[in-house]
């Protein structure tokens, strides 16, 4: 059973341009987390999201970011128009739909590097 | 959630036991404890979890005291392998909607 996958692993841009960031959640989960940790910090919780739906963005800063989760697919994590400070490394967790304890499992995780 | 209290950085010797403490007196009756590590930048793995009773498995033990205001976590033979960064964190275990909150954790520095 293949964990969370994220891709790219690594990823440059230059100020103003466009960040995807992509999220396969392992097979059978249906839920899908993003945390933010920037350098030499702990990991923030930006949004909580199920298929076809955001359930929690409270994470989120309130301009030029959006998740979705499509019905098929992966989950995108989008960066608009990106600036130096959101350089950071961005993870990736699913957890099943069921299940007792829902503990989340996490992906490699996507480093940005905004020049 | 509860908040979390770890010391910033520990060291152990390879193969001795490490002994990861952590503060959580703000607990709520229906509250786990979690803990996860997150070796050089990974994502974070996840550990062990429990409510009361103390809980072991492949990787860790977990011991929660009896007001259950605190707990250890156990890391019984250490290995070089198992110097990453840990965190304990309070959550209810029965929301898939409750995210993670990671607060400083704990440096673990594992030497030879």
């Known amino acids: 059973n293949a964990g969370v996958m994220q891709n790219p692993r690594h990823l440059v841009r230059r100020r103003g341009q466009e960040a995807r960031l992509r999220c396969s959640p392992m097979k059978g989960h249906s839920h899908v987390y993003w945390y933010r940790q920037l350098p030499e910090e702990g990991l923030k919780f930006m949004v909580y999201?199920?298929?076809?739906?955001?359930?929690?963005e409270s994470g989120m800063p309130k301009e030029r970011f959006s998740a979705e989760f499509p019905k098929e697919g992966p989950s995108i994590l989008r960066i608009q128009q990106v600036v130096r400070g959101d350089s950071a490394a961005y993870f990736c967790?699913?957890?099943?739909?069921?299940?007792?304890?829902?503990?989340?499992?996490f992906g490699p995780g996507t480093r940005l590097t905004v020049l | 959630d509860a908040k979390t209290t770890q010391p910033p950085s520990m060291d152990c010797a390879e193969g001795r036991a490490a002994n990861l403490p952590c503060n959580h007196s703000t607990i709520s009756g229906n509250e786990y404890v979690y803990w996860y590590r997150q070796i050089h930048s990974q994502g974070p793995q996840y550990i062990i979890h429990g409510l009361k009773n103390n809980e072991t498995n492949e990787m860790a033990s977990l011991i929660i005291t009896e007001d259950r205001k605190s707990s250890t976590l156990i890391l019984p033979h250490a290995t070089l392998r198992d110097t990453a960064v840990y965190y304990c964190?309070?959550?209810?275990?029965?929301?898939?909607?409750?995210?993670?909150?990671f607060g400083g954790g704990t440096r673990l520095m594992v030497k030879p």
């Open positions: 999201l199920q298929k076809e739906n955001i359930i929690d």
């Open positions: 964190i309070v959550r209810v275990a029965y929301d898939a909607g409750n995210m993670l909150t």
């Open positions: 967790a699913s957890s099943p739909l069921s299940g007792v304890y829902n503990e989340q499992f």
